[in-house]
């Protein structure tokens, strides 16, 4: 497979030092695709996780030493942390390794459209307000996941697609989850619709999507734990929203010009 070469790259919610993190994928994603920039939008290294069990295998390792190697060779890489690594936070625009920490940053596509660059959580009201919550919430998502492994192995050796998130079957079939995304879109969106931006490009959710909502562009990463997505800007600017699997070849899933409706 060539390797894709695009203006910019967002990823998020890689969870590096948990069970969560498909490192196969996410390596594969790293060789096979640069930027002039890349964004790496929270949730990167998983302390949450770190604190609760020390987990980190040798593809963890080769992860963080293959981005600071496009580091390096000049890719512009801005690490906007999130609530699983909100102790890097505390560095706002320190540089680490020609790694820049942002706790947010204003990206200019090449046609001019502006997008705030933030992890999501902060318009998350359970994150924010209350972190114990979440704390339950994110270990009965772990368990979801570690279910799912297995559920991997067995579809796998029944010679059915191996590649299906019983998390994510959860968020589609659970009312109060699907509202649940729902309001968190809905809360950036009318908290930064006025704020002379285009769009946000964000994540923490692990629900990757690229949609208006009353002229705003709402783009969300995804995750490199259930649906291994990305979001890419082409040359032009226009944005697309990619899936990566392992030995498959990428898929797309939306795409947008960038442009939104005017008025009437």
Not at 97 to 105: E, P
Not at 219 to 231: H, L, M, Q, R
């Amino acid at each position: 497979m060539n390797t894709s070469f695009y203006r910019t790259i967002w990823i998020s919610d890689l969870h590096i030092g948990s069970t969560q993190c498909q490192a196969d994928a996410l390596l594969d994603f790293l060789k096979h695709n640069d930027s002039e920039k890349l964004y790496l939008v929270g949730d990167i290294i998983d302390f949450w996780a770190l604190s609760k069990k020390m987990y980190w295998p040798r593809d963890h390792n080769t992860i963080i030493q293959k981005i600071l190697r496009k580091a390096r060779h000049g890719t512009q890489i801005i690490y906007v942390p999130g609530n699983h690594d909100e102790n890097v936070r505390d560095y706002d625009d320190y540089v680490f390794g020609d790694i820049v920490v942002k706790n947010s940053d204003i990206h200019t596509t090449v046609n001019g459209k502006r997008f705030l660059i933030v992890h999501g959580d902060e318009y998350d009201t359970i994150a924010k307000h209350h972190q114990w919550l979440a704390k339950i919430g994110s270990l009965g998502y772990d368990w979801l996941i570690e279910i799912n492994r297995f559920l991997r192995l067995f579809r796998r050796l029944f010679g059915r697609q191996s590649h299906f998130s019983l998390a994510a079957f959860v968020k589609f079939k659970v009312k109060n989850v699907v509202q649940f995304i729902s309001d968190y879109e809905e809360s950036i969106v009318r908290t930064l619709k006025n704020e002379g931006l285009d769009g946000v490009i964000c994540g923490h959710i692990h629900h990757a999507e690229i949609k208006e909502i009353e002229g705003f562009l709402y783009v969300n990463t995804g995750d490199f734990v259930e649906s291994c997505t990305a979001i890419v800007e082409h040359q032009d600017g226009r944005l697309e929203l990619i899936r990566w699997l392992t030995q498959e070849a990428p898929q797309l899933t939306q795409q947008h010009d960038g442009e939104l409706p005017h008025p009437g």
